[in-house]
């Protein structure tokens, strides 16, 4: 059974950092590419950044120079450090795992709210 399990989502002022975490667990951790993705209110699901099994990594451009996607394959783990958060990065974050036979696995989103 496919596992994702998000943590380290919450309240933060803007200008603050958190950082996202996601443990999965069911899979071949080590040669699936993992993503975080938001939703806010709203609006449609888009990608924040990827991480491939070889380390690449892409970033929507409105998080580029704040945000850092990485992945521990030791620990079935991959992480988003966001800093500089403002107003706009509030959102339900779901991180999904996907393997190289087009199987998509999602988990059940953490909600980080950016708000004085």
């Known amino acids: 059974q496919v596992q994702l399990v998000e943590s380290g989502g919450g309240l933060v002022q803007p200008g603050g950092s958190l950082r996202l975490s996601c443990a999965a667990s069911?899979?071949?951790?080590?040669?699936?590419?993992m993503g975080w993705y938001r939703q806010a209110p709203g609006k449609q699901r888009e990608l924040v950044a990827v991480?491939?099994?070889?380390?690449?990594?892409n970033y929507a451009d409105s998080v580029k120079g704040r945000f850092t996607i990485s992945r521990d394959n030791a620990k079935n783990t991959v992480y988003l450090q966001m800093n500089s958060l403002k107003p706009e990065d509030t959102a339900v974050y779901s991180c999904?795992?996907?393997?190289?036979?087009?199987?998509?696995?999602w988990g059940q989103g953490t909600q980080v709210t950016v708000s004085s």
């Open positions: 991480i491939t099994s070889g380390g690449s990594t």
């Open positions: 069911g899979i071949i951790f080590s040669i699936n590419t």
């Open positions: 999904n795992s996907h393997d190289p036979w087009g199987h998509s696995y």
